[in-house]
């Protein structure tokens, strides 16, 4: 009977490896620094009741920290792509994506200050497994 | 311990993240698709690409999904938001049912608890201790 082994093609474990970290590290880094630019800015909300929908935007567009996280969000996307022209599919877009929910959650918590308590360490755990099983 | 509730406007861009994304990747995918193969060689066939009906729903999707995800992260935490969201994954694929148990699982933990880190009130409580 055969069994069906998961490949890596013709590439290093190890370089594959460090593909898959490479998209997970930028796209975390993006994430984080999204984030910390909404939190500078404020709750849109407000400003947008405030000053319109065209202060919501430029309050956005203003903030320099708000363009250093679509940056890297962008390079995490050429990473994946890069990613995705030596890796097979089935592994490189499911372990980015779940390994990232993990990488954010130690990075909110180290930079971001966030409570990232034993609820969140959980959903973060269950979401990661559940989205490698469901793209695997 | 303080709990900052969401109000229904909240939980709507919550949705709205988590559908949008997903719809729009998938309108991209077929309009893509549609279309036959693109070159490096020809690149101004991408711009043609961006007026294909399919791809300029995705496109629109996606801007809906950007918009609302940078609202939600305006006012709850990156932890939060991103588990509470990934119910995205689901609209895609809505038959593996294990990994759409373990997400849903994963959504109820966080989202039954707080939406942002109350750091004045940790302050406050150090602070008494002292």
């Known amino acids: 009977m055969m069994l069906a082994v998961p490949t890596l093609g013709a590439v290093n474990p190890w370089l594959a490896a460090g593909m898959i970290a490479a998209v997970a590290i930028t796209s ?33 567009l203003t903030c320099p920290l708000f363009f250093a996280g679509v940056g890297f969000l962008a390079l995490a996307f050429f990473a994946l792509l890069f990613a995705l022209n030596h890796l097979n599919l089935s592994l490189a877009a499911p372990a980015s994506a779940s390994l990232t929910l993990v990488t954010n959650a130690i990075a909110a918590k180290l930079f971001l200050k966030e409570n990232v308590d034993r609820r969140r360490w959980t959903a973060a755990l269950l979401v990661c497994v559940g989205v490698y099983l469901l793209a695997h | 311990m303080s709990y900052h509730k969401l109000k229904l406007g909240q939980v709507a861009i919550l949705a709205l993240v988590a ?31 961006v007026f294909h009906p399919w791809i300029a729903a995705g496109i629109a999707l996606l801007i809906c999904f ?62 008494s201790k002292s």
């Not at chain 2, 994304?21 to 693109?38: F, H, Q, T, V, Y």
């Not at chain 2, 038959?95 to 302050?123: D, H, M, N, Q």
Request: proline residues 4%; charged residues 15%; hydrophobic residues 50%.
């Open chain 1, 28 to 60: 975390t880094i993006g994430e984080v620094l999204t984030a910390a630019a909404m939190k500078s800015i404020g709750d849109l909300d407000d400003i947008r009741a405030h000053s319109g929908l065209k202060g919501a935007i430029r309050a956005v």
């Open chain 2, 66 to 127: 950007f918009a609302c995800y940078l609202t939600a992260l305006s006012w709850a935490d990156l932890t939060y938001v991103l588990p509470t969201t990934a119910f995205g994954y689901v609209v895609i694929a809505s038959y593996r049912w294990a990994g759409i148990l373990l997400i849903t699982l994963g959504v109820g933990f966080v989202a039954r608890g707080p939406s942002l880190t109350e750091k004045e009130i940790a302050e406050v409580a150090v602070e």
């Open chain 2, 19 to 49: 559908i949008c994304a997903p719809l729009g990747d998938s309108c991209l995918a077929r309009g893509m698709r549609e279309l036959p193969a693109i070159s490096l060689d020809h690149p101004l066939a991408l711009i043609a690409a």
